[in-house]
């Protein structure tokens, strides 16, 4: 009954962002809006209330990092052979689009709705690793492919400024550090963390183009299969294969079915590729989530 409620929720809201859109309340300037509270202050607040005051050895470990880069390695490899058929400019988008997941809008938040703080405090982490990982590979393959005279180096000067990631070395330092932070501000970051969930999933609601049709969805058959299902199946095998322990493992693998990334259209756009393919595959791979999430929650919660 607990994973029917979290799923009920989150169609709720995910719901609430399409219909607003419609009907012209959630407009572009109010989703912008929206989406900079989300990511400039629900989610820094969630990650550091995540890991501020946990040790290092509680968060990272070889285990956690060599499986991570071992099943990201994977799903590129066989994302780039099933779509190796395709024109470039689909090709890349679809390899991209295969891994790239929402951790941070939808993974780190579900995860600390679901699965508990220390849960979160790994999603945390997972989620500085994963954005370093998928961002380089992402602007990588979409320049080389596409022929974008964009500068990666660029790209990845912007990444290093993102609020996230300063806020998981702001919470990953000051533990290090010892420093205190006044019980007030703890109790504030708390109550922000909490918005964070529902501001994603409103975010991702307004952000999605629902006009499609039976024929164009077949199209992204081989990333919704890759990205919520391929991705947490292997992440499963092998973190235990690894020998992760219980807490972390269910982050991982939720962490690493969540849906392809909304970001991915905006870097589609930046650095070339087929952006309708792109917005089409954000749109499926988030629906057919809301399933494969709460299968995931139930098993491991």
């Given amino acids: 009954m607990a994973v029917l409620g979290q799923l009920g929720y989150m169609l709720a809201f995910l719901a609430a962002g399409v219909g607003l859109r419609r009907v012209g309340v959630l407009d572009d300037e109010r989703t912008d809006l929206l989406t900079a509270l989300a990511f400039y202050v629900a989610l820094p607040a969630l990650v550091f209330a995540s890991t501020y005051g946990r040790p290092l050895g509680e968060l990272v470990s070889p285990a956690l990092l060599i499986g991570f880069w071992a099943v ?50 790994v999603a945390s982490v997972i989620l500085g690793v994963g954005s370093l990982s998928f961002v380089f590979i992402t602007v990588f393959l979409l320049i080389r492919l596409n022929d974008s005279d964009a500068s990666l180096v660029g790209e990845l000067r912007e990444l290093l400024t993102n609020p996230v990631l300063l806020a998981l070395a702001a919470g990953i330092g000051a533990s290090l550090a010892g420093v205190g932070v006044p019980a007030a ?60 322990g219980p807490t972390a493992l269910a982050a991982a ?46 098993l491991f919660g």
């Fill in 185 to 244: 501000v703890l109790a504030g970051m708390d109550a922000l963390s909490a918005l964070a969930l529902p501001l994603a999933l409103l975010c991702i609601g307004g952000t999605l183009d629902t006009d499609l049709s039976l024929g164009s969805v077949r199209e992204s058959a081989s990333i919704v299969a890759l990205k919520v299902v391929w991705m947490p199946a292997l992440a499963w095998a092998v973190f235990s294969a690894l020998g992760l």
């Fill in 72 to 121: 990201l390695a994977s799903t590129v490899g066989l994302s780039w052979l099933l779509n190796r058929g395709r024109g470039d400019a689909r090709k890349s988008v679809a390899v991209v689009q295969s891994y790239h997941g929402n951790m941070g809008f939808l993974g780190l938040p579900l995860v600390a709705a679901t699965l508990g703080g220390d849960a979160a405090a």
């Fill in 253 to 298: 693998v939720v962490m690493l079915g969540v849906p392809t990334a909304v970001s991915t259209y905006v870097y589609t756009n930046e650095l070339g590729g087929d952006a309708a393919f792109a917005s089409l595959n954000v749109f499926v791979t988030t629906v057919a989530s809301l399933g494969t999430l709460s299968v995931l929650v139930w």
